[in-house]
């Protein structure tokens, strides 16, 4: 997707919020149709039988003929093909969609005139039933595009996602690996020593929104002052996640030009974060702490910028399992739970070989993506941790 940002009028902003309800409203219709259907019931209608029941509530009810029958259309193709992704047990089953959250819609068959360029900053994209929508030319629109996506985000900040496939980024061809160990102190660390931390929000922008949280729990519910005050948190926490998103793409992008192989932890992420709380009869344990460590992980991206290496360097990132690679020495490859003298601190018990711990993890995923490497092209796997007795040699030097 590349994303602009849209520059509505109010006029065509209550025009888009409309398009929102319709794609909305069809969109929950058809998932209360698939929650009714049990074993032994007749099926849920698929995609042609709800256009044919579209077709029918539009003749009945003039407030929804007056929206765009391709934005109501294309909710239900939406919700055919998210069914499709659940069945196919890539993603999980489509829900219900509230007012203020998930806000969009598609529109498809688009013209290459559609889209057009007014000066070097801004351009137009026409969207039926609202007319020209300016918004901000910060890159070239892909060409060839067909259809395009406009979203409303938390804090009321609107979009549009033109859909195109962008070509991989193309390999160094110079042969090097790099280990990426992902972390909390640190987000990323590098086998080459670097270590590279996602930026969040600044410390008085950290205390402003303590301070909006404490409020907004004590505005009443449905108030004027509450709506603000959720607003005014949106606003911090979406310029929160455009700094990750920032940082995600930008590191994405170096690490694939400059390795040929990129080696991350296999890691579980979901399960990583799941709350500990418990019942009332089996409460969970450190349920406060649990939930700190839960945000700092989703906060560092993690799963983000797996998923953008693997879209940047197709077939070049290489998932490992990340068992014992933080208690095993790089150096002298052995393996033992004291090697870890703190959270940061690495040293052997071994050889006495000290790093940085996530750099040193880093260092093992490297050498086990290029060991399999040279595995699959026939060779003997080299550069690999291994469990092994010290070397004498190694105990002896200092």
Known sequence: MSRYRLSPTPAQEAALAEHCAHARFVWNLAVEQHAHWKPGRKSAPGFAEQCRQLTEARAAFGWLAAGSIVV?????KDFAQAMANFFGGTHR???WRRRGRSEGFRIVAVK???VRRLSRNTGEVKIPKVGWVRFRWSRAVPGGVKSYRITRDAAGRWHVAFAAVPKPVPAPATGEAVGVDRGVAASAA????QLLTAPGLREPEARRLLRLQRRLARARRGS????KVKAAIARLKARQSDRRKDWVEKTSTELARRFDVIAVEDLKIRNMTRSAKGTVEQPGTNVRQKAGLNRAILAAGWGRLVTRLEDKAPGRVVKINPAYTSQTCNACGHRAPDNRESQAVFRCVACGHRADADVNAACNLRDTAVGRTVAARGGSPSGGPVNREPQRDLLLVG
């Open 72 to 76: 109501q259309q294309q909710a239900l």
């Open 93 to 95: 089953k489509p829900t």
């Open 112 to 114: 290459a005139d559609q």
């Open 190 to 193: 590098l086998s080459t020593g």
């Open 224 to 227: 004027h002052r509450r709506a």
